[in-house]
């Protein structure tokens, strides 16, 4: 009777702890949105290679998975979630004092390892401690009041740090390690709801766990390239995700070439993130209006903003037609917005329940691999044309790539139920 009483007792602490340290813990706040002054003006970095770092960082985000699961099954789910916020604590630090490019993909490899470590560590802990009857309601609950915190804080601060990075580059940099490190004493407060066994740490082994990969990742392609559904969603994905990879960072140089003031620049990221949240609210609309059209619409929109961008640059090059580059980067983050919801949508609908987990690793695995390449390759470009001439390019080539991907879509995506092949549905 004490261990259920001791049991109750801790989960009660740990779903009452959960939604304040999320609302300090989600995402670096203070950071993203003067990331890019950061590495450009701070530690003279240019947009060439922060594509070329991005590629890096996409890479090891995909890379770092297999050793997060295996950590986190290894020490259990607090030790991880602190291990977690340390790692993100030597990320800022290294940003902070280390020079170049290389100081920023090493820093970059913490990031990915913690920030995986921690999230994977988070929903299980928080799944565990609310997992009694009614448990899945009361983690939505939980889960959307943390998130809801953290936006509330993260609007504040995505406003506030240019000001602040005006006075001091550094000042944003050392706010952002004082959260984190804020996360990382809240997170001594949890308590895991269930002991690490000696045959749960054996077969967390990372061999184990990089064999179990294999198969699955095996078992998972043969089933994306034997659907043909799945081929066209996959195909879909590596395009536009690694356009909007790319167009992120070619959006910031963009802001920088024609004269925004830094605290102007993170205002402009606040609204624009704003925007993207209400705009959710715009998926059904939306569906409703496009149905099977909907991923066109939304990558078409997207990729006309880019060719606009692109041309109207390349005629003015001054502050004076900002309004019009703004409305475009309104819309391309609508798009991106509406897709990222529906993506996940997708993914569901299209795989069973017992194939679900492998098939989004590897859907995610192309993805991200994709991205990387093409991040770098974007990188590049600038290397060769201005920005102006590198949004007029990647807009027309991911035009001409999207009417060939859309075309290939248009007889094995968004068809009705009983115009599939069974193929293309079951495993």
């Not at 004092?97 to 921690?118: N, T």
């Amino acid at each position: 009777m004490e261990d259920i009483a001791n049991i109750k007792a801790i989960r009660r602490k740990n779903a009452k702890l959960y939604p304040i340290y999320k609302m300090f813990s989600w995402d670096l706040l203070f950071f993203y949105s003067i990331e890019f002054l950061f590495y450009t003006i701070t530690k003279n970095i240019t947009a060439t290679e922060i594509l070329i770092i991005n590629g890096f960082y996409l890479l090891f985000r995909i890379l770092m998975q297999i050793p997060a699961v295996a950590i986190t099954d290894f020490l259990g789910k607090r030790k991880s979630i602190i291990l977690g916020n340390v790692m993100l604590i030597v990320y800022i630090l290294i940003l902070i004092l280390g020079p170049g490019a290389i100081s920023i993909i090493i820093a970059d490899l913490f990031f990915s390892l913690g920030y995986d470590i921690k999230t994977i560590a988070e929903s299980n802990l928080l799944y565990d401690s609310v997992s009694t009857k009614g448990g899945e309601g009361l983690y939505s609950k939980l889960d959307a009041k943390g998130g809801s915190l953290y936006y509330i804080l993260d609007g504040i601060a995505s406003l506030t740090a240019g000001y602040l990075f005006v006075i001091n580059n550094y000042i944003p940099m050392f706010i952002c390690l004082g959260f984190i490190i804020i996360s990382t004493i809240l997170s001594f407060g949890f308590k895991d709801i269930y002991e690490v066994s000696k045959k749960e740490k054996i077969s967390s082994d990372l061999k184990i766990s990089l064999k179990e990969y294999k198969v699955d990742l095996k078992e998972s392609f043969k089933f994306i390239f034997k659907s043909k559904r799945m081929k066209a969603f996959v195909l879909f994905q590596v395009v536009f995700y690694s356009l909007i990879e790319i167009v992120d960072t070619y959006n910031s140089d963009l802001l920088v070439t024609i004269g925004i003031q830094e605290e102007q620049f993170s205002v402009i990221f606040a609204v624009l993130t704003l925007i993207g949240g209400i705009s959710i609210s715009l998926k059904r609309p939306t569906e409703k209006k496009f149905k099977n059209r909907t991923l066109a619409f939304l990558s078409l929109s997207y990729i006309g903003a880019c060719i606009v961008i692109g041309v109207i640059t390349s005629i003015y090059s001054n502050s004076s037609i900002i309004a019009i580059i703004l409305i475009m980067y309104a819309i391309q983050k609508i798009s991106t917005s509406i897709w990222y919801i529906l993506e996940s949508k997708y993914l569901k609908n299209f795989t069973t329940e017992d194939m679900r987990n492998r098939i989004t690793f590897s859907y995610e695995f192309i993805g991200g691999i994709a991205a990387s390449i093409f991040s770098i390759l974007g990188g590049l470009l600038l290397k060769l044309v201005n920005v102006s001439n590198a949004f007029l390019l990647v807009g027309l080539l991911s035009l001409a790539i999207m009417i060939l991907t859309l075309d290939y879509m248009r007889t094995r995506f968004g068809l009705k139920p009983e115009e599939y092949k069974k193929e293309d549905i079951e495993i």
